[in-house]
């Protein structure tokens, strides 16, 4: 099992190493700044990622950990010292696997491993058969639908149809008018499957369609008919903006 460890102190970047090597698994790479990491994470395709959120450089854990799961699926454990609010709503929007907090006991990194890696494995399974299930999809129609799996058949969801979606830990709630169906998956998946033209993100938790939008409130979006009101996160308002026929 290759690890990589991101930590700009080299007195706890040490003592990760000899944690890990405790705990059986291989360090790769270790690296002080988030730029090297972004680089480097594509040749060395680590099995999971420790990433201190606090680095040396122009990029942050966070922003480096945004960065690799743009285009890597490579699971990623933040270590911190800083358990304010913001700092923790700020590392959720990059869905990590786990957190271990500073300071820290080698038992801690052993179970925050165990269990990222147990969720990765979740999810790639995850992705397997919903895959598979597309495949036997007819995909005439495929750019106006998708298929989801609800109580063991394919059901067809019209993307006209949904209002807005909603990620419940690690399932996601699509909501249609008077039904929702919930499936196991990330926003971040799903995010990719909808038409980019006729759905925005506006929070780490919700993704509405724009033409359901009935109003925007301070910092909420008020629905049509449900007349749902989901709220718009600091860092996705500019995205809703640009995507608003604004006068």
Sequence with gaps: MNIVVVEDESIVAKDI??????????????????????????????????????????????????????????????????????????????????????????IDIQTAIEIALYKHRKELAVKKERDFYYNLVDKQDSSDVMFVKANHRLVKIRYEDIFYIEALKDYVVINVLERRYTIHSTMKDIERKMPEKDFVRVHRSFIVRLDKIKEIDHSNVVLENEKKVVPVGGSYKDLLQEKLNLI
């Design 17 to 106: 190493q000899v944690c890990l090597k405790n705990l059986g698994y291989e360090v790769v790479g270790v690296y002080s700044r988030g730029e090297d990491i972004v680089e480097q994470a594509p040749n060395l395709n680590p099995d999971l990622i420790m990433m201190d959120i606090m680095l040396k450089g122009e990029l942050s854990g966070i922003e480096a950990a945004a960065e690799i799961r743009k285009t890597l699926d490579i699971p990623v454990i933040f270590l911190t010292a800083y358990t304010d609010r913001d700092t923790v709503n700020k590392a959720k929007e990059t869905e990590p696997f786990g957190y271990i907090i500073k300071p820290f006991k080698e």
